[in-house]
């Protein structure tokens, strides 16, 4: 913990991200390996992740529903695109090796978590995503993993009826 405390934001990102690389098996590739992968980062916020991607020489690419987040990321010459999760991208249809949720599980729905309904509702859209991203997998691919982490939670309000974790 008292390590942890003296990480930057970015250090503490990256040492995810070389833990997503561990836990999948890329660390152990060779660069002209890693180039053949490709990535779709859902919820990609300000481009972290798309930029770890790019010096380690994979091709990714973001979604975020922000148009601000897709100017500041392509600015720095990355590449995002705007959309909803929700919405079928045909852009992406086979198109990636791997589609990671870094901190963006938890915004996938919104619903009624106390409500039968609005968690029957947000089951639906979860399988409706889900499906959408098993159809942007490339066919050939070798790997079609979905990857998702770090939740995070607000301390005002997790201890309220109108939180729930997904663990």
């Not at 897709?70 to 999760?85: Q, R, S, T």
């Not at 990636?96 to 949720?101: A, E, L, P």
């Not at 609005?118 to 490339?138: A, M, P, T």
């Not at 939740?151 to 997790?158: E, F, G, Q, V």
């Amino acid at each position: 913990l008292e390590d942890s405390m003296k990480l930057t934001d970015k250090q503490a990102n990256n040492n995810s991200y070389d833990k997503f690389m561990i836990y999948l098996g890329l660390d152990k590739l060779e660069k002209d390996e890693l180039s053949k992968i490709s990535i779709l980062d859902m919820g990609c916020g300000n481009g972290d992740f798309l930029l770890y991607c790019n010096q380690k020489g994979i091709h990714c690419e973001g979604l975020t529903i922000s148009t601000e987040q897709v100017d500041f990321i392509e600015k720095n010459g990355l590449i995002a695109h705007e959309g909803k999760y929700f919405d079928k991208h045909e852009k992406f249809v086979n198109k990636y090796d791997i589609i990671t949720f870094f901190g963006s599980l938890e915004h996938m729905t919104s619903g009624f978590p106390g409500s039968k309904v609005g968690i029957d509702r947000e089951n639906k859209v979860r399988k409706q995503i889900l499906n959408h991203c098993k159809s942007y997998f490339k066919e050939d691919s070798k790997y079609k993993y979905i990857y998702g982490t770090r939740l995070h939670l607000n301390p005002k309000y997790c201890n309220t009826i109108n939180s729930y974790i997904i663990e």
